[in-house]
């Protein structure tokens, strides 16, 4: 059984993110989601959406995902690799070279992102949206 790995905040889940998940699951049998937990973020100055319940609630819906665990530190990720037995480590691109450290214990894979969508643009789009609401309202 080969055992793949990603982490990710995955606030307002899109389809972006179900692609991701998807390809990360092709490379491997058993899928891990280490899912950002609202304190982690908040270390990170990331503020979510979604509380972490709501967030892995979600998550467990998609049927790429096998298994999540919580993400509360920036060093978890070795001891994972160990723990979970972990043959592939994958992130998204626009983490490319950051883990490559990793290579020592797993095979580390960046993904590329998918085009035309991201959870900063929704927020920004969402918040256009509400500003011009606004202004047509006053």
């Known amino acids: 059984m080969k055992v793949v790995l990603t982490y990710g905040t995955f606030d307002l889940l ?3 993110h179900i692609k991701l998940l998807k390809r990360a699951k092709e490379l491997g049998n058993h899928l891990i989601v280490a899912l950002s937990t609202d304190e982690f973020n908040a270390l990170k100055g990331k503020c979510s959406f979604y509380n972490y319940e709501e967030r892995k609630f979600m998550l467990q ?3 790429y995902v096998d298994e999540i665990i919580p993400e509360e ?3 978890q990720k070795e001891k ?3 723990n979970k037995n972990v043959d592939i480590f994958v992130m ?3 983490w490319k070279g950051k883990f490559d450290h990793l290579n020592k ?3 580390v894979i960046y993904l590329s992102r998918t ?3 991201s959870t900063t643009q929704i927020k920004r789009n969402l918040l256009l949206e509400r500003n011009q ?3 047509e309202n006053d």
Do not use: L, P, Q
Request: hydrophobic residues 40%; contains cysteine.
């Open 61 to 63: 819906a998609v049927k």
């Open 115 to 117: 085009e035309g969508i």
């Open 105 to 107: 214990v797993c095979k």
């Open 92 to 94: 998204g691109d626009d």
């Open 133 to 135: 609401r606004k202004f």
């Open 73 to 75: 530190s920036w060093e």
């Open 80 to 82: 994972d690799i160990f």
């Open 14 to 16: 899109h389809w972006g």
